[in-house]
C-alpha cells in the first residue's frame, strides 16, 4: 500500500476490519471533489476509506445487493461523518449488473470502483454497459479482481485444478470493459 494511502483505514472505525471482505483497496489517486461509485461495496470499509479521499466537495454511492451489510455500513455513517468533519457517503441496495433499477443519471460519476465482485456478476454485459453509462466523458474503472485478457477454453471447466478455483468462467474479460479505440491501463 503506498505511504500516502496507509493512515486512511486507521481512520475507518475498527468493527471493518473483522468484516473486510476486499483483496486489497482500490483507490486511485487524484479523487478530491470527484464522485465515486463503489460495486458491491460490503460492509462499506472501502467507501469510508475513499470518503477521505474525495473529501468534503466529492461524494460516495456504494451499491450492494446484501442487506446485512448495507445494515452494517449505514450504522456507521454517523460515526464516520463526525471523524471526517463531513458526510459524503450514501448506500443503495441493488445489483451491479442492474444499476439502471436504481435510476441514477447518465454520465453522473467520475470514477467507479470494484473490489472483487465484478467476478461473481452473472451478467457482465449488462454492467459493462451500465458502468459506460454512468462514467462521465474520461471517466475511470478502476478494479480489482480476478479477469482474463481473453476468453478461456474449456480447460477452464469444473473438474480441472486450479483454474477452476479461480472461478475463470466466470471472470470478466478484459475487452468488456474496453472503450472502442482505447486501451486498457494495468
Known amino acids: 500500500m ?13 468493527k471493518f476490519s473483522a468484516r473486510y471482505y476486499g483483496s486489497g483497496l482500490v483507490a486511485p489517486e487524484l ?3 470527484r464522485r465515486v461509485l463503489d460495486l458491491g461495496n460490503g460492509s462499506g470499509r472501502d467507501c469510508y476509506v475513499l470518503a477521505q479521499l474525495v473529501g468534503a466537495g466529492g461524494s ?5 445487493m446484501t442487506a446485512e451489510q448495507l ?6 455513517l454517523d460515526y464516520h461523518a463526525e471523524r471526517f468533519g463531513y458526510a459524503n457517503v450514501v448506500f443503495r441496495q441493488g445489483y451491479i449488473e442492474g444499476l439502471a433499477a436504481l435510476d441514477l443519471a447518465d454520465a453522473c460519476f467520475d470514477v467507479i470502483v470494484s473490489n472483487c465482485v465484478i467476478n461473481l456478476s452473472p451478467d457482465k454485459d449488462s454492467l459493462q454497459r451500465e458502468a459506460h453509462r454512468l462514467l462521465k466523458l474520461r471517466g475511470e474503472l478502476y478494479f480489482f479482481d480476478v479477469y482474463a485478457d481473453r476468453r478461456l477454453a474449456d480447460v477452464a471447466a469444473p473438474g480441472r485444478g486450479a483454474l477452476w478455483m479461480a472461478r475463470p468462467g466466470r471472470c470478466p474479460v478484459l475487452e468488456r470493459f474496453r472503450e ?6 494495468l
Open 71 to 76: 445494515e452494517v455500513a449505514n450504522a456507521y
Open 180 to 185: 472502442p479505440g482505447t486501451a486498457p491501463r
Open 60 to 64: 460516495l454511492l456504494g451499491v450492494d
Open 2 to 14: 503506498p505511504a500516502w494511502l496507509k493512515p486512511l483505514p486507521a481512520m475507518v472505525h475498527p
Open 31 to 33: 479523487l478530491m471533489g
